[in-house]
């Protein structure tokens, strides 16, 4: 599988607050069949602004080699969970924020609570860039539980979603979970991912969502979602515009 979402670099945000920590979220990764892992640190305007430069990268770096070291077979690549401001686009042209492995595909999250007014507007110049954002959770937005007919217009702008294992396994409540579900089920999912902060609670562990997938969707489903998407947006890939059974 390939993990586009966690929280594993340490010291950076609020995940891995250590190396040995960073190293444990690595090796269970592994156990439960996590073969690649982006590692997405938050960059925000108004907190944990990490921008794309020599601190992520010798981050990457140092626990490459510490993994090499330990022989936990997962390759970590980079990646950002960027929170959507009005700076965004001009950082992502600056190539100050990155895309998922540095590709056209950008992990961007929004505030939990309240709808940003500008939240389509970032999205819009985002994509006249060239670049299709990678919607991180929807899910978990209170707004989206509440009508989530703002993913008709964010999906048909060209945005891609990523559905977190914990709101599929209804670790994070009832809501979250029915609507995580409902966006697989009506093919608004295009990829789940961990979105890991330690080795504890949320989690690298990715087989149980695999299971769950299958069991509730299909095997070609779990396929999609955890291996053969990702791995797409890795790679840089055109991808289909495919029309989901709308709200
Ligand atoms: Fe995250």
């Known amino acids: 599988m390939i993990d586009i979402h966690a929280h594993i670099l340490p010291g950076i945000d609020d995940g891995a607050f ?5 190293v444990e979220m690595a090796s269970l990764a592994f156990e439960s069949g996590v073969e690649i892992i982006v590692a997405t640190p938050h960059s925000s305007a108004y ?3 990490n921008l794309w430069g020599p601190e992520l ?4 770096i140092d ?4 993994l090499k070291e330990e022989k936990i077979r997962v390759l970590i690549i980079p990646g950002m969970e960027i929170f959507a401001s009005s700076s965004v686009p001009q950082l992502l042209k600056e190539k100050k924020l990155i895309g998922l492995n540095g590709s056209r595909y950008p992990l961007i999250e929004f505030e939990f609570e309240n709808y940003a007014a500008q939240a389509t507007e970032i999205l819009e110049e985002i994509t006249q860039q060239g670049m299709r954002p990678v919607i991180a959770h929807p899910e978990r937005y ?4 509440e009508d989530p007919t703002i993913l008709n217009l964010w999906v048909d702008m060209g945005c891609l979603l990523q559905i977190n294992k914990g709101s599929l396994l209804g670790r994070f409540g009832y809501e979250e979970q029915m609507l995580a579900l409902e966006l697989v089920r009506r093919g608004f999912a ?11 609670i949320r989690t690298t ?3 149980d969502v695999k299971e769950l997938l299958r069991e509730e969707f299909s095997a070609s489903a779990a396929q999609a979602l955890l291996e053969d998407n990702p791995l797409k947006l890795l790679k840089n890939q055109e991808i289909e515009w495919m029309e989901p059974e709308w709200f």
Not at 142 to 145: H, K, M
């Open 63 to 66: 626990f490459r080699q510490r």
């Open 142 to 145: 209170l707004y989206v539980q």
């Open 18 to 22: 250590d190396m040995e920590c960073a």
């Open 47 to 49: 907190g944990n602004q």
């Open 190 to 200: 295009f990829v789940v991912a961990s979105d890991a902060h330690s080795s504890s």
């Open 205 to 207: 562990w990715m087989n």
């Open 57 to 60: 990268k010798k981050a990457i």
